[in-house]
């Protein structure tokens, strides 16, 4: 690895003929593994690979100071965690001998194995893993922003964004009556279950503040089903009726007029729009790639996801590059339990080309895992695979709601990711299925 500076100095005559002095930073970085996006992904990936590897042959670009915990932001809106533990300081979780560089990559040339960020700084690689994730267009839904911004008054709360999470429980406990509506966007999500899990224990915060009868709660999504796993779905459904949530298929919001506090909403099936008068309404975004990701066209499919290889998250064009998590096109349910599976399989295939080998055994199946909160105490741990067919870890049957699946989301989980994630030592469940199913699965 190393590291040139170049300083350009350029004198601009204006036309008021006053001069100014510009500095264009120019530094060149070469090492053998680039890894774009330092989230969940990124940071278990450097982990694994900083034990082979020599210090700075690891560079890991992200541009955040914090690094975030994203399943806790649930926990947060329903007041089960506090906001302070869903996060830690980037530096404090870099991999040890992994370089970091605080910034963004803006441009992608795989032709050249190079990339610019936005610093200006060329970073030459050997191998590439993208792990960019999705970001959030709030902005996408006119007036959201602004509603957001005036929580809890507003009664509009997100759970998606560190900016807006801590906002979720008072606006929840600010409810005295009328509609509370739930969203689910006309766009891939990451965790598809944490919409309806802060619906389900909003109701249940409710039913705990006694305003449970003057409350009429809606879940709104724009899928025409509740979950994408038929066997879920079946008990997710039977959760809602029980519940009293009304749910409404194909239908998306489109605008909030956050002074009348009237929401309107698409139905996408026939295009009609409907006005709802709300009191509590919790938006969840529209997301998509970063925009860096999206304009990089040679790397991405049409809609703007990373292209790879399903069972092993190669890209499809360029050998020497890998992808993992949120941003690739791979079509596997986006969270951090896919990311946990996906881990182990991207090293293999990875470390195997970097030493000149092939990897011919791994394969990733698509596994991710929702803990779908369906109340305090409760939890249905749905986990499936590409096939949307049930791959579950334990010896019970875990489409029913579960104490047990309640306590493993909320105590094991973030621990498991901090020490055990973070430091390359998760590859999800597999080991523990086989074992508490006696090698039978
Ligand atoms: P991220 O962790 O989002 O990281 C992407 C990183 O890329 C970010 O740090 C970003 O700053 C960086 N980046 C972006 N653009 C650039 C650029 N141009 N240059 C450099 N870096 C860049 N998963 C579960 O398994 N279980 C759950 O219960 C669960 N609940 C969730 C609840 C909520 C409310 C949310 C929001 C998510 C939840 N998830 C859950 C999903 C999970 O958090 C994501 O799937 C996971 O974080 C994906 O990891 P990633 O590395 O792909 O993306
Ligand atoms: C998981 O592996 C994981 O990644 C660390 C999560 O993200 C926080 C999860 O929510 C879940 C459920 C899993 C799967 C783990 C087990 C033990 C079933």
Known sequence: MFAVKHFVRVNLNSNNNSISKISIRTINHQCRLLIVGGGSGGMSMGAKFAKDYKQDDIIIVEPSNLHYYQPMFTLIGGGIKT???????????????????????????????????????????????VAMGLVLNYNQIKGCEEALACAPDSGVCSIYSPKYVSQVLPTLENFKSGNALFTF???????????QKICYLAEHLFRKRNVRDKANISYITALPVIFGVKEYA????????????NVKYSTHLVEIFPDKKEAVFQNLNDKSCTTEKYSVLHVTPPQSTPPELKAATHLTNEAGFLDVKKHNLQHVKYPNIFGIGDCTNSPNSKTVAAVAAQSQVVYKHLK???????????????????????????????????????????????????????????????????????NGYWNGPEFYRKMLHLGMV
Not at 234 to 245: D, F, G, R, T
Request: charged content about 30%; glycine content about 4%.
């Open 83 to 129: 906001f302070d533990k869903s996060h830690r300081q980037t530096k404090n979780i870099i991999p040890k001998k992994v370089k970091w560089i605080q910034d963004s990559v803006t441009q992608f040339k795989p032709n050249d194995s190079m990339v610019i960020t936005s610093e200006g700084d060329k970073i030459s690689y050997d191998y590439m893993l």
């Open 185 to 195: 966007p006309h766009s891939p999500v990451k965790c598809p279950g944490a919409p």
């Open 234 to 245: 079946k008990s997710l459904v039977k959760v809602a009726a029980k519940k009293k949530i």
């Open 352 to 422: 195997a080309l970097m030493d000149g080998k092939v990897e011919k055994q791994s394969k990733y199946d698509g596994y991710a895992s929702c803990p779908l909160l369906t109340g305090y105490g409760t939890c249905i741990l749905a986990e499936f695979d590409y096939n949307l067919e049930r791959k579950e870890t334990f010896p019970i049957d875990q489409r029913k709601e579960s104490w047990l699946m309640y306590q493993l989301k909320k105590e094991a989980m973030p621990p498991l990711y901090w020490h055990l994630m973070l």
